[in-house]
């Protein structure tokens, strides 16, 4: 069958304006959780008249997202703080290693003069990331590792210094450089709040953690839940006139395990505190709870309590949604113009020197593959490697690049930046990103540009180079390095892409999935063997939410090879999904539930069309928590698949279900599925 047109056409996309009209105005009150699907360890700022959150997407990528609000009640995704923040085998899905419940963690967000700051650790790496962008719902976003992993850290700006503040049960304080981007040298390190947990008793499930550190008419406080044997989640909140202490503390809310957050204030004066809840299969989900003051200590809720129903923080703004019915209609997807990007032709061409320095692939250093590129016999900091994109490029699109770069000589730490020249003369130069690497590691440059509407594009080139130094030091400025895996892709417009509703189950493999090879359609390919979903690339996903919502797809199947498996799943450990297996030149509707533990086929009915829909519907509602799976030949009449899954969270992958479009090969890569559309309701 064809894709839908006419009246048909008009009348799903009436019906989608009325279940997900992001022009519809609020209610005057509003109903905790404000979210009913998985957003926890949130952090939240307020910036004029607008607040940002972020959030933990651990093994999703892109990664952190941003999420904009005007009341505090109706958020929508605006951005993410990365695409990839590592690129190892445990973030793609290969030789058997994955990062569930891994990946980022407990983010932090700030904004102190003009710059947005976002950090958080990886429990994958062992490391602690810090984020800085001047544009937070466009970056780009430029990165800095630092080489420890600090659990659950806060940042912290005071007085033109920069702290976080991280631990369990002994709070700890290390201060960094001020311009976030690496531990101070003699700076301040240690404990500020020991045994932490003690306040709320003194045997516990989970000691304190989760710090959020604000500073509020001269006070240090420091917000932590901890989980007391015997009781809930509960949030305690420490205070001090000094940031080293000493500090005292109190319980400050023990309901229902709603805990876990920081304080935001209003325009007009009135705090909220935002914090979440672990609630079964669904997730953890974020509760708002107003905020009152008694002798400058903050006190939550109502009576101990955090109230269900409350007024809106500000009336007049539109219902928006963290998740989204998708067409796949409107994206196109990103056109690489990059040649030889990763350095794997037999020689460097299209690549060439930028000056002075001298180029050559090497197999000595690769980020991944077998080569790279070593750039050597530098002079000047503006010398490196470059590729001439002139006749490429358009004024007004966007582009998104990335390179991975890595230096084994000179100082510890050193920043290195990815260029944009347009036109012959140096004024020219556009600094697209830079970061700083560590001495001896791979890092990342990567962001998005807009070309300006009056750029010379009489020539255009990029390239990569050390800041400028007009004195440059031969061993501080003028290292050789190693580059791979460069990127610089062109949108159609500011809107192409996936919506920022999507993400995708650990790295993508960017080449094996289009949204123009069949446009309407979402494309995904296979690219390697998999034994099931869990270690299959490519899966596309967003949140499932309550108390119920239904997901349906319709799927064409004309692309698949023997031993292929695409679908529509209720993503987690113990899994579910409905979809098609081909077996030789056989296809079969499938629905397999692992809610064992291990995958089981539990229905298989013959297929002998190429357009199939499916469906599957998550209930939650009192933590009821099962999924139920349906197929229908038509669009129109639909039966059940197999049987019912219980859901249950699980810690290994430590997030709510996600509804999750599939296509995983467990003999032969290269078979393809389209994907028509997601629609939630």
């Known amino acids: 069958m064809v894709k839908k047109t006419g009246l048909f056409l008009l009348a799903i996309s009436l019906l989608l304006g009325i279940l997900f009209n992001p022009s519809t ?52 995704i605006v951005n993410y703080v990365y695409d990839t923040y590592a690129n190892g085998d445990a973030q793609n899905l290969n030789n058997g290693q ?103 008793g003194s045997s516990f499930i989970v000691k304190a953690e989760g710090a959020h550190i604000q500073k509020i008419n001269g006070y240090y406080y420091v917000f932590l839940i901890c989980w007391p044997s015997g009781s809930g989640r509960t949030q305690l909140t420490y205070r001090s006139t000094s940031l080293t202490g000493g500090y005292t503390g109190q319980v400050s809310l023990n309901d229902s395990g709603i805990a876990q957050g920081g304080i935001v204030d209003t325009p007009s004066g009135s705090w909220y505190a935002m914090l979440f809840r672990d609630s079964g299969a669904v997730g953890r989900m974020p509760y708002l709870v107003p905020v009152s ?113 890595k230096y084994t000589t000179g100082p510890a730490t050193k920043s290195f930046n990815l260029d944009i020249q347009n036109g012959p003369s140096y004024t020219g130069i556009t600094v697209l990103g830079s970061a700083t690497l560590t001495r001896g590691e791979w890092g990342t440059i990567q962001g998005t540009y807009t070309l300006p509407a009056g750029a010379d594009l009489s020539q255009t080139f990029i390239f990569v180079e050390t800041p400028y130094n007009s004195a440059p030091d031969a061993a501080n400025d003028l290292m050789n390095f190693y580059v791979d895996d460069v990127s610089f892709a062109a949108t159609a417009s500011s809107e192409a892409g996936l919506a920022k509703v999507w993400q995708w189950n650990h790295n993508p493999d960017n080449t094996k999935w289009s949204l123009t090879q069949r446009p309407g ?133 430590f997030m709510g279900y996600r509804f999750a479009l599939f296509n995983y090969a467990t003999k032969a890569a290269g078979g393809y599925a389209d994907f028509d559309y997601l629609r939630l309701e």
């Not at 967000?109 to 062992?126: D, P």
């Not at 499916?614 to 209930?619: A, F, M, N, P, R």
């Open 25 to 76: 105005v609020a209610a005057a009150t509003f109903t905790n959780p404000f979210i009913y699907a998985d957003a926890p360890d949130n952090d939240v700022i307020r910036v004029g008249g607008v607040y940002y959150m972020t959030s933990t997407t651990m093994h999703m990528n892109p990664g952190v997202p941003i999420m904009k609000s005007y009341d505090l009640v109706n958020w929508e």
């Open 98 to 200: 994955n990062e569930y419940g891994k990946g980022s963690w407990a983010s932090s967000l700030r904004y102190n003069n003009g710059i947005y700051y976002v950090s958080f650790g990886s429990n994958s790496t062992g490391k602690t990331y810090i984020y800085q962008t001047a544009d937070i719902e466009n970056g780009p976003w430029t990165s800095s590792v630092l080489g420890s992993y600090y659990h659950d850290a806060s940042l912290l700006f005071d007085n033109g210094r920069v702290f976080l503040v991280y631990g369990v049960d002994n709070i700890s304080l290390i201060e960094l450089t001020a311009d976030a981007k690496a531990i101070k040298s003699g700076g301040i390190n240690q404990v500020i709040i020991p045994g932490s947990s003690n306040i709320a």
């Open 293 to 405: 003051w008694s002798g400058n200590w903050p006190v939550f809720g109502s009576g101990g309590k955090a109230p269900r129903t409350l007024n809106m923080p500000a009336e007049g703004y539109p219902v928006k949604k963290v998740y989204a019915s998708d067409e796949f209609s409107a994206a196109s997807a990103s056109a690489e113009l990059i040649v030889n990007g990763g350095f794997e032709a037999a020689d460097i061409s299209p690549w060439m020197n930028n000056n002075t320095a001298a180029v050559a692939v090497t197999a000595a250093e690769r980020y991944s593959g077998s080569s790279s590129v070593l750039v050597s016999g530098r002079q000047q900091t503006g010398t490196g490697l470059k590729q001439d994109l002139t006749g490429k490029v358009t004024a007004g699109t966007v582009y998104m690049f990335s390179a991975k770069v």
């Open 521 to 653: 359609f979402m494309r995904l390919t296979t690219g390697k063997v998999s034994t099931n979903i869990l270690d299959a690339r490519n899966t596309l996903t967003q949140r499932t939410f309550g108390p119920k919502s239904t997901g349906v797809t319709a799927l064409e199947t004309s692309g698949m090879k023997d031993g292929d498996y695409a679908g529509l799943a209720a993503f987690q450990a113990k899994y579910g999904f409905v979809g098609v297996k081909r077996s030789g030149n056989s296809k079969s509707i499938v629905m397999v539930n692992a809610g064992s533990g291990s995958m089981t086929e539990v229905a298989n009915v013959p297929l002998s069309q190429n357009r199939v829909y499916l469906k599957v519907v998550c209930d939650y509602t009192n933590q009821t928590d099962k999924a139920y799976f349906y197929y229908s030949l038509d669009g129109s009449n639909w039966t059940s698949a197999g049987n019912t899954l219980q859901m249950s969270y699980t810690m290994p992958h």
